[in-house]
Nanobody, 124 residues
Framework: QVQLVESGGGLVQARDSLRLSCTTSGRTFTIEAMGWFRRAPGKEREFVAAINWRGGGTIYADSVKGRFTITRDNAKNAVYLQMNSLKSEDTAVYYC?????????????????WGQGTQVTVSS
């Protein structure tokens, strides 16, 4: 099993920045990719960004491309989401997820382990 814990959420103003962190523990050697997803009030969960755990390749949702950056620190078994130029529509609960099935993917079904989520609220 892999355990994930997110942190770094909060209340910010539009155009501010925020960095989310996700620390992992347990069978971290099984991780192939990490991703961030979010669920806004009244909406479906959506993909935000993903990173390949070994090669470092990244993919992003079009809505965050150019504003958000996903990075990893293998030594610390952690993944981060730097969010710049935040907009009110970025308000959501953000979830960290780990995939043991390979690659970096935008499909939630391919992620095996999930964190509890951290709230990000952007006021306009």
């Amino acid at each position: 099993q892999v355990q994930l814990v997110e942190s770094g959420g909060g209340l910010v103003q539009a155009r501010d920045s925020l960095r989310l962190s996700c620390t992992t523990s347990g069978r971290t050697f099984t991780i192939e990719a990490m991703g961030w997803f979010r669920r806004a009030p009244g909406k479906e969960r959506e993909f935000v960004a993903a990173i390949n755990w070994r090669g470092g390749g990244t993919i992003y949702a079009d809505s965050v491309k150019g504003r958000f950056t996903i990075t990893r620190d293998n030594a610390k078994n952690a993944v981060y989401l730097q969010m710049n130029s935040l907009k009110s529509e970025d308000t959501a609960v953000y979830y960290c997820a780990a995939s043991t099935r390979g690659g970096g993917t935008m499909f939630a079904v391919l992620y095996d382990h999930w964190g509890q989520g951290t709230q990000v609220t952007v006021s306009s």
